[in-house]
């Protein structure tokens, strides 16, 4: 019986111990300390995301949007209208010019 008590109260003085070095660690950053730090290190965008592409797909009716292809030049994606299957071909530039519809 005493090596449980001796044991539970070495658990207790430890939680106890950790509980000031945990909350200093956690609020060493403060809030807008990391989103800088976030938007300094996110990559610049480059080309055309596929995400992008599907939206501007949906925004110009295209249903059931799926990347069909994605290459060096081009995003193509692929949908239902409500004449059947279509098609739309983006650039891969910033902003996702529509080059075939």
Do not use: H, Y
């Not at 950053?29 to 730090?37: C, E, I, N, P």
């Amino acid at each position: 019986m005493t090596t449980f008590i001796a044991k539970a109260s070495f658990a207790a003085l430890l939680a106890i111990a950790s509980i000031p070095f945990g909350t200093t660690a956690a609020s060493a950053a403060g809030a807008d300390r990391a989103a800088v730090v976030d938007v300094q290190d996110r990559p610049p965008m480059r080309g055309c995301s596929p995400m992008e592409a599907v939206r501007k797909a949906r925004w110009s009716g295209l249903r059931d949007v799926r990347i069909t292809a994605v290459t060096p030049r081009r995003v193509v994606v692929t949908g239902r209208d409500r004449r059947g299957l279509d098609r739309m071909t983006f650039a891969n530039v910033r902003g996702c010019p529509l080059i075939r519809r």
